[in-house]
């Protein structure tokens, strides 16, 4: 059996959303210093919509693909359905990443909710129940 899927190929090798948001609505940077994978998220939102969404990554492919297909699935969605995004749907949607690789989905899941996290602390108005 192939250690990695097509879909994980496939996001490694053409990586959606790349690149940076100049003036994005919230950023988000983690890292884990065990495996020296970083991660850096940009959103741009409007009327609590994801309209794009951007990201840096600097580690290793299943990093990437799952930073890739995380963008994917929060593009164009609702804050609040992006707020629940699990790594656990990232790694599905992937179709599967090795065990030792779960955690590079966990970082993508961390990634966005830290952008999020910052776009509601520069619009604390917006979060719900505010």
């Known amino acids: 059996m ?8 496939d996001h490694f090798r053409n990586p959606r959303n ?11 940077q983690v890292g884990n210093a065990k495996c ?8 741009k939102i409007e009327n609590d919509i994801i309209v794009d ?3 840096e990554t600097f580690g290793c ?3 990437i693909a799952s930073s890739s ?14 707020m629940r995004l699990t790594n656990r749907a990232v790694a599905e949607a992937l179709d599967g990443l090795p065990d ?3 955690h590079c ?7 966005i909710k830290s952008a999020l996290d910052d776009y509601y602390a520069k619009h604390p108005e917006k979060k719900e129940g505010a």
């Open 2 to 9: 192939a250690l990695y899927s097509e879909k994980v190929m």
């Open 69 to 82: 297909m995380a963008t994917e699935m929060i593009k164009g969605k609702p804050v609040a359905e992006a």
């Open 53 to 55: 969404v951007k990201f």
């Open 18 to 28: 790349v690149g940076v948001i100049e003036n994005a609505d919230g950023v988000g």
């Open 100 to 102: 030792y690789k779960m």
């Open 105 to 111: 989905s966990v970082l993508a899941e961390e990634a």
């Open 61 to 63: 492919g299943s990093a």
């Open 36 to 43: 020296g994978d970083i991660m850096k998220m940009y959103l």
